[in-house]
């Protein structure tokens, strides 16, 4: 069965330290990627996707996530955290070739910046 | 663009009485909504697909006569809770995919939190 690992539950991070938050998918056929960000009290926010071409792509707020087909992986990446990035970050895949275009979502990352 | 829209944003319930929560694509067609429940510091756990103008698929384990789904229309999709009770309690949140376009995207309303006394 799909699935999406996100190994890091909890990340507490000072501001402007870098920032990794790892997210493997179990699917052998072709895939769509998604980070979302939940904001306290907010509803689901697309920070990036990733269909095809470049393997790196940009997001808004200054993320970035890296699609490694060989390592099932989709890390998402800043370089410098704030204060506001507080939240909790889902990644989420479907498959385009399954006939339905759910999403399978992993289990969040909370992250915490102090200031 | 691609806005979706959920109403009530929280409603507070009795035991036994139902519910209805709807979800709104604002600016797009979409064929396919879907229903999710979140519970406190959890993901979100998929309940159904719904396609307009056909029967909700729903997920194993989602009782399909207590979580009513209706897809009428292109931009409606109401997700109605039958008999609630406190254990229904949760963050009900919907997406929506558009006509057309980019369709492997959900786009993703504000949620509904359900509180049922």
């Known amino acids: 069965a799909q699935s999406v690992s996100q190994h890091n539950h909890h990340v507490i991070l000072s501001e402007a330290a870098s920032l990794e938050l790892g997210c493997n998918y179990s699917?052998?056929?072709?895939?769509?990627l998604f980070w979302y960000v939940q904001y306290p009290g907010q509803h689901l926010q697309l920070l990036l996707k990733?269909?095809?071409?470049?393997?790196l792509v940009k997001g808004i707020k200054g993320f970035e996530a890296e699609f490694i087909k060989s390592k099932f992986s989709f890390n998402l990446r800043k370089p410098s955290v704030q204060w506001s990035d507080t939240a909790e970050y889902f990644c989420a895949v479907n498959s385009p070739t399954s006939g339905t275009y759910k999403y399978i979502f992993g289990t969040g990352t909370r992250l915490k910046v102090l200031a | 663009g691609a806005v979706v829209s959920q109403h009530p944003s929280r409603v507070i319930c009795k035991s036994g009485t139902s519910v209805k929560i709807e979800c709104r694509s604002l600016?797009?067609?979409?064929?396919?909504m879907f229903w999710y429940r979140q519970f406190p510091k959890q993901s979100l756990m998929l309940m159904a697909t719904s396609n307009e103008g056909s029967k909700a698929t729903y997920e194993q384990g989602v009782e399909k006569d207590k979580f009513l789904i209706n897809h009428a229309s292109l931009t409606l999709s109401t997700l109605t809770v039958t008999s609630a009770h406190p254990e229904d309690s949760s963050f009900y949140i919907c997406?929506?995919?558009?006509?057309?376009?980019?369709?492997?995207?959900?786009?993703f309303g504000p949620g509904t939190r359900l509180t049922v006394t």
């Open positions: 600016d797009f067609q979409a064929t396919t």
């Open positions: 699917y052998g056929g072709t895939v769509n």
């Open positions: 997406s929506a995919s558009s006509v057309g376009g980019d369709s492997y995207e959900q786009y």
């Open positions: 990733y269909f095809s071409g470049d393997p």
